[in-house]
């Protein structure tokens, strides 16, 4: 064991989070855990994970679920694409592996939607494999105590980093080791306002030492952030609502959305629902148009504003497309919808 690690596993051991799946050594939750908590925070992911595992307590139970059960568990938790690739690969070990995980990282990387770091957590955890996990929070903890200002999303930082790791990795307890250094930067050595005067490691730590503790990590690109408008036409016809699944490949693909319109600059919403009206609704009773405040929504990459309108009808429209589907307006809740809608839909 290296300095760090001895004093990384002593602070652990102090502090370890009673985490449910850290209970046992079930590579089905682990992997539950790990694919969730990509990009979200333990305080937000917990109620998800207990919800998928009395919903699904099995990988044989999540591969015979329908995607839109996926998707709706999984709804408000964003990045949907873990949830889709959960699904598939959930498919694949149910159906081709006879319900039996692979056993080193190497082969977990096989499966949909498992890269290095998942497949090192699951590995190290389950199967105690000696593999070191390297996410944000390990790039952050390496780069400040060891001083490393090497840019961690270029090629080279990648490499020197993922080799850092490994050096340091108790290969004796890789599981310990990774959940220690994972809970270590998602609570001392946090992105802002780390716990430094307090930390066990500080006195051999190079970013504290030289006061550098906020310049890392490096990165050498800022995420490019594009701005999108949509406007969604909220169709109320005796009761019922319609709404459509998103097929294309993008943001929230699988879930379902209101009947709506996407720009890339700020669109005439007068015009915009006039064609909507006209394309749609032209023999239609409407008895009210209500256009509500705009929801200013934050994804990753992704700004996002949308203008709601509510379209009120006291007679059922005759030229709706196939793939719009009418509901009861009380059912909107049974079907996997964006954070965005999800807002819209509190107040009714």
Not at 62 to 84: H, N, P, T, V
Not at 96 to 110: H, I, R, S, V
Not at 267 to 290: Q, R
Request: hydrophobic letters at 35%; charged letters at 25%; a neutral charge.
């Amino acid at each position: 064991m290296t300095k760090f690690s001895t004093a990384l596993e002593k602070w652990y051991g102090l502090n370890a989070r009673d985490l449910p799946w850290r209970n046992t050594p079930d590579p089905y939750s682990i992997w539950l855990s790990e694919v969730i908590l990509q990009q979200t925070r333990v305080a937000q992911g917990m109620s998800y994970y207990l919800r998928f595992m009395e919903l699904f307590p099995d990988v044989g139970q999540l591969a015979s679920a329908s995607e839109d059960e996926i998707l709706k568990a999984w709804q408000g938790l964003g990045y949907y694409s873990r949830a889709r690739n959960l699904h598939k690969a959930a498919k694949v070990i149910h159906e081709d592996l006879k319900g039996e995980f692979p056993l080193t990282a190497e082969k977990l990387q096989e499966l949909p939607g498992i890269g290095t770091y998942t497949a090192a957590a699951i590995a190290s955890i389950a199967y105690n494999e000696p593999v070191p996990v390297v996410d944000g929070n390990v790039y952050r903890v390496l780069s400040r105590y060891f001083g490393v200002a090497t840019p961690i999303d270029s090629p080279a930082g990648k490499k020197e980093f993922a080799d850092l790791a490994a050096q340091q990795l108790n290969r004796k307890r890789p599981g310990m080791h990774n959940q220690a250094i994972m809970d270590f930067g998602a609570i001392v050595c946090t992105p802002k306002m780390a716990s430094c005067e307090t930390c066990l490691l500080s006195l051999d730590c190079k970013a504290f030492k030289g006061n550098f503790v906020n310049d890392l990590p490096v990165k050498s690109r800022k995420t490019t952030v594009k701005e999108l408008w949509l406007t969604y036409f909220y169709l109320i016809e005796n009761g019922h609502t319609y709404i459509v699944r998103r097929d294309a490949e993008g943001i929230w693909k699988g879930l379902y959305d209101f009947p709506n319109e996407e720009s890339n600059y700020p669109p005439n919403t007068e015009k915009t629902l006039d064609t909507f009206v006209t394309d749609y609704l032209a023999t239609s009773g409407i008895t009210e148009v209500v256009k509500h405040d705009v929801i200013h929504h934050q994804l990753t990459h992704r700004k996002i504003h949308a203008t709601f309108i509510s379209i009120y009808t006291d007679s059922k429209p005759t030229n709706i497309p196939e793939e719009w589907l009418r509901i009861s307006c009380d059912r909107i809740t049974k079907y996997g919808v964006s954070r965005l809608v999800e807002k819209f839909l509190e107040p009714f």
